[in-house]
């Protein structure tokens, strides 16, 4: 990837409030999320909200206007893909804890 993407606390954190800004939260939760697609794309390229995830997201600074959109779906998706991938240690943890309690 041209791209680094950085998953400390302080982005989680601004990513957490870009998607509750956006009503998406649930994305990370698990939730169901309720989209209006017409709202939710007005947000994301009119409202500047895409903008400031990748630039929240990505290690370097870019010119967001010159990015492909294939590069904005990669950095998207190896962000959460990284955090999805550091939770499912979570859930590993998660059930081994619960088989001792049943032990």
Known sequence: MKYTTKSNMKTIGSIWNILKDLNIEGLITGES????????????????KLQ?????IVVEKIEFEELEFAEVVEIISNFFGNIGDQLKG???LKSMTQAKKKA
């Open 33 to 48: 999320v309720e989209m209006k697609i017409v709202p939710l794309i007005n947000q994301l390229l009119s409202e500047g």
């Open 52 to 56: 400031e995830l990748i630039e929240t």
């Open 90 to 92: 979570l859930s590993a």
